[in-house]
């Protein structure tokens, strides 16, 4: 729209966010039923992330991720994340109010050092450290299909406690949808991204969805 031939646009960023919403909600149509009242705020979140409204369709949960979730952010806990990007999208306030911190460990000097030695991705060895670390509830995987297939077998194997909640959602040609659907077979509170799309950008959408439905709920 034009003004007086001035582009008008919307330039608060409240409301640039809440008009992004309402379209996201007018587009999504009558698919919004489909979601429960938890799962909606996180499917509008990573919609207004990537701008795909497929993601709709390719999302998944299973066994109570989303209460265990926001159960174990409640308490504080730890989060690991296969990648410094999704560390760095968290919002801090909100982690803080709740003493969460997030942490990854690809670029660990001796994860590095491990790596090389053992002929493995820094993906595997970092995760490897991290899930066993007893404070550490929560996986976010975003790009690495090695780091997801570690955490199952390491599951499997019954060498670490259950995670509160595993956000699987590997990008990529290689390996990304396989691994998500393997995991599929954990008894294990799982939010995951059917296919190859993802990314690391989807997994810190999905965490704030979380996130903001305790801060909706207890008023912050």
Do not use: W
């Not at 390491?154 to 060498?159: A, D, F, L, S, T």
């Amino acid at each position: 729209m034009e003004i007086g031939g001035v582009m008008a646009y919307i330039k608060v960023p409240g409301d640039i966010e809440k008009r992004s919403f309402e379209i996201i909600e007018e587009e999504l149509g009558e698919k919004i039923h489909q979601f429960s009242e938890q799962e909606l705020p996180i499917v509008k979140r990573i919609i207004h992330t990537s701008a795909d409204f497929e993601y709709g369709d390719l999302i998944e949960f299973q066994n109570n991720a989303i209460q265990s979730g926001i159960e174990s952010l409640r308490k504080g806990c730890k989060i690991y994340c296969d990648t410094n990007m999704i560390v760095n999208g968290l919002s801090k306030p909100a982690m803080s109010k709740f003493a969460c911190s997030a942490y990854c460990l690809v670029s660990d000097k001796e994860v590095i050092e491990e790596a090389k030695k053992e002929g493995l991705t820094r993906s595997i060895v970092g995760i490897r450290k991290a899930a066993k670390d007893k404070e550490t509830k929560i996986f976010i995987i975003g790009n690495a299909p090695t780091a997801l297939y570690q955490l199952k077998e390491m599951i499997e194997r019954g060498e670490i406690e259950r995670p509160a909640l595993v956000i699987g959602v590997p990008v990529g040609f290689v390996g990304a949808a396989e691994s998500k659907e393997a995991f599929k077979s954990l008894d294990v509170p799982y939010i995951t991204i059917n296919g190859r799309k993802g990314g690391s950008t989807i997994g810190v959408g999905i965490l704030h969805g979380i996130l903001y439905q305790i801060y909706k709920r207890e008023g912050f």
